[in-house]
């Protein structure tokens, strides 16, 4: 930065940071829109190639493989690379992999460029996370990383409806043709506004702490994403190999990280309260959405008898309004700091998930459509304000480490929450099943699916009450730079 008496860019009256935000903003938009762009076109993409359903299931599974090993060394990008450089060079590969996807002539060209574009997907969010936290001051972050939740909930909430209208009238390869010249746009208008904010410190790369996080986070993803491609599910043994390599890869790469004076993912941001707090906190609350986004559709069209669209509609409310209310919960944070808005929120949350354990074969359409209108609404309030105040505690130095942790955890506990609750599901639906005197009966069928349902969101209200005794002691955090010689000794 040039003026070097501005701590924030957003202090310097001559840098226009407006353009910077719509850059990173229009960047990360097309980007999440991509990540649920395509899974209503999976059956399609099976009758187009002639592959089956777990060839197909690849398009998500190494998508998420893929960014849980690049996200992990986000930090060491971050310091190795200038803003600008890293955003049109993350750019750069997300479009290429779009521009292959579309032109794909085989399932195994289009597979390449989904993980290609993986690859930017996965960088993407923890460049936009750092470069705010360097532009604006800890008490103006909240209304910022507000608009950041508006984005990442509004994107994949008209992901599915757009995707299906394209599919039907456009085709499929229009998911991606459609997507490529906003992803030039970006990379035009980041050429011409945005600026370098960060500091390129070079650290020195350790290969091992490269392989440990490769294994442990990669294999660990994807041990728990194959449960629901076998039919032995948590039985199989190749399952059990796999999130057994990644608990290992984890636990050499976390003690490697411990061990080196420049680790690729410093492990001492847990030493901050309120980040381990809100690292907590945002765990709580992805097992809850997905509880709510993969349970709910699959009792839907079961029980319910809704079909697919329908279903879709549905949740649509509730995801809009989320990302609708994340600036304005931003905006309180700001105002209030984090207790003012989690405690009311946890206790909405906890409730909603209490009546939700109690669903019925009756129960109404329009019950489902407000419960989960009052999760994504709790959501809004706990998500986003949980984690700007647990990254404004970090001192600046370790803002690339507290992202890269952050977005990690994204896909390792999305692939752990799909596949524990669905696992969960099942079994107590079996067991009720084999308790039945006509296990064949539609009308028992779905009585055990909603059993099974109901035990999921008991499972999840009790996960939520944890989230209300961590509401009642958090507290606003100050950067904690002052700290930073300290806490960084061994």
Not at 250 to 262: G, H, N, S, T, Y
Not at 358 to 374: A, C, E, K, R, S
Not at 401 to 419: D, F, K
Not at 421 to 449: C, E, G, Y
Request: glycine share 6%.
């Amino acid at each position: 930065m040039e003026n070097k008496k501005y701590e924030y860019l957003a202090d310097n009256p001559n840098v226009k940071v407006l353009p910077i935000m719509l850059t990173l903003i229009i960047g990360a938009f097309f980007a999440i829109l991509n990540e649920t762009l395509l899974n209503i076109a999976l059956v399609t993409l099976m009758d187009q190639f002639s592959i089956s359903l777990t060839d197909v299931q690849w398009m998500a599974t190494g998508f998420m493989l893929v960014m849980a090993i690049v996200i992990p060394i986000s930090a060491l990008m971050l310091q190795w690379f200038t803003t600008r450089q890293l955003f049109l060079g993350t750019m750069a590969v997300f479009t290429l992999g779009t521009i292959i996807c579309a032109s794909a002539p085989t399932f195994s060209i289009l597979l390449l460029g989904r993980l290609i574009q993986a690859v930017g997907t996965g960088l993407l969010m923890p460049i936009i996370f750092n470069v705010f936290l360097l532009i604006y001051p800890p008490e103006r972050r909240g209304k910022v990383m507000g608009m950041i939740g508006l984005v990442i909930m509004f994107a994949p909430a008209i992901g599915p409806t757009l995707s299906g209208v394209i599919v039907e009238y456009l085709g499929w390869r229009y998911l991606f043709i459609l997507v490529i010249p906003f992803a030039l746009f970006s990379i035009a208008f980041a050429t011409k506004y945005l600026v370098n904010v960060s500091e390129v410190t070079k650290p020195k790369i350790d290969v091992l702490s490269l392989v440990f996080s490769t294994i442990g986070f990669g294999s660990i993803v994807y041990g728990f994403s194959s449960v629901g491609e076998s039919k032995d599910g948590f039985a199989s043994p190749t399952v059990w190999l796999f999130i057994g390599m990644g608990v290992i890869g984890i636990a050499l790469f976390v003690r490697r990280q411990l061990k080196l004076d420049e680790p690729i993912m410093n492990m001492r941001v847990f030493r901050y309260p309120m980040f381990s707090h809100a690292v907590v906190m945002f765990l709580i609350i992805i097992m809850a959405m997905f509880a709510s986004e993969i349970i709910l559709p699959i009792y839907m069209q079961g029980p319910l008898a809704l079909s697919a669209a329908t279903a879709g509609l549905v949740l649509l409310p509730g995801s809009i309004l989320n990302g609708i209310m994340s600036p304005f919960m931003g905006a309180l944070f700001d105002k209030f700091g984090p207790r003012v808005l989690m405690i009311p929120a946890t206790l909405v949350l906890s409730g909603t998930m209490f009546m939700m354990s109690q669903l019925t074969v009756d129960t109404p359409v329009w019950h489902v459509v407000i419960y989960y209108v009052l999760i994504m609404l709790s959501v809004s309030a706990i998500m986003m304000p949980a984690e700007t105040n647990g990254l404004n505690q970090l001192p600046k130095r370790l803002y690339p480490h507290g992202t890269a942790v952050m977005s990690t955890l994204q896909p390792v506990a999305g692939a752990i929450g799909v596949s524990v609750f669905i696992s969960i599901m099942n079994a107590r639906q079996l067991h009720v099943l084999q308790k039945s005197t006509n296990p064949t009966d539609p009308a028992a069928i779905n009585l055990a699916l909603v059993s099974g349902v109901e035990l999921v969101y008991f499972i999840a209200f009790a996960m939520s009450i944890v989230a209300v005794i961590l509401s009642f002691v958090v507290y606003r955090a100050k950067p904690s730079d002052n700290e930073e010689i300290d806490l960084s000794k061994e």
